[in-house]
């Protein structure tokens, strides 16, 4: 079966650069949710969006961005970027939003940030 | 962190013994995941638990809910060398079904 896909899986930046992180859902869901996990840290919630709207933010830094897309893949877009953003993104995708089903999550993207 | 809190924080045990794992959050929930992580991997769903649901199995594991202690518990049974990795529970905010609050996880290492 699809999974969800995040691409690139790995990146390596250098402080003060960009960086964007896409996101695939699996087919048919149209909502998207990312997670930043820093080292030895849980989870946490950055922002989600539902049907190409921004649904829900968390802890998300002012220089970070994101969309969804008309075919609902997602960007994350991090701008000036700090040796604290170092961490696993992760991308998860639900099927609608009307009750808190099991979010898929992607692999990861990995960023590290020099 | 913000909603669940996982106890312990780390459990070593032999292969073949059981491991149970505990969360517990703070607000009322509409469901209760639990998920595994192998280092540095991605998370990887184990199982759903609903609200109205005390009580699931699947394979190894069972998973208990308490919604009146707001607590949950993750066994697994006879356990594997390969199960070694970090457990975390996640739960939504009753009012809030878009985000889900990850505890701070069980760091559990099974010996051969």
């Known amino acids: 079966a699809a999974g969800v896909i995040q691409s690139p899986r790995h990146l390596i930046k250098e402080k003060r650069e960009t960086a964007t992180l896409k996101c695939y859902p699996i087919?048919?869901?149209?909502?998207v949710y990312w997670y930043q996990q820093g080292p030895g840290q849980d989870p946490q919630f950055l922002i989600s969006?539902?049907?190409?709207?921004?649904?829900d933010k968390g802890s998300i830094p002012d220089r970070f961005s994101a969309q969804q897309f008309s075919d609902y893949h997602s960007e994350l877009n991090m701008s000036s970027l700090e040796l604290g953003d170092s961490a696993l993104y992760f991308c998860?995708?639900?099927?609608?939003?009307?009750?808190?089903?099991?979010?898929?999550f992607g692999p990861g993207t990995r960023l590290t940030v020099l | 962190s913000q909603q669940g809190e996982e106890d312990p924080q780390a459990l070593s045990i032999q292969e073949g013994e059981n491991a149970t794992m505990n969360c517990s959050y703070k607000?009322?929930?509409?469901?209760l995941q639990w998920y595994r992580q192998n280092s540095g991997r991605g998370l990887v769903h184990l199982i759903l638990?609903?609200?109205?649901?005390r009580e699931k199995h699947s394979g190894r594991l069972r998973v208990t809910l308490d919604t009146s202690k707001k607590s949950s518990s993750l066994l697994i049974t006879a356990s594997r060398a390969a199960d070694t990795a970090s457990y975390f529970c996640?739960?939504?905010?009753?009012?809030?079904?878009?985000?889900?609050?990850f505890g701070s996880g069980t760091k559990l290492n099974v010996k051969p």
């Open positions: 969006f539902y049907e190409k709207m921004q649904s």
């Open positions: 087919p048919r869901h149209d909502t």
């Open positions: 996640a739960t939504d905010l009753g009012y809030n079904f878009n985000k889900f609050y």
């Open positions: 638990i609903r609200s109205n649901e």
């Open positions: 998860a995708s639900s099927l609608g939003q009307a009750q808190s089903d099991e979010q898929f």
């Open positions: 607000t009322s929930i509409n469901n």
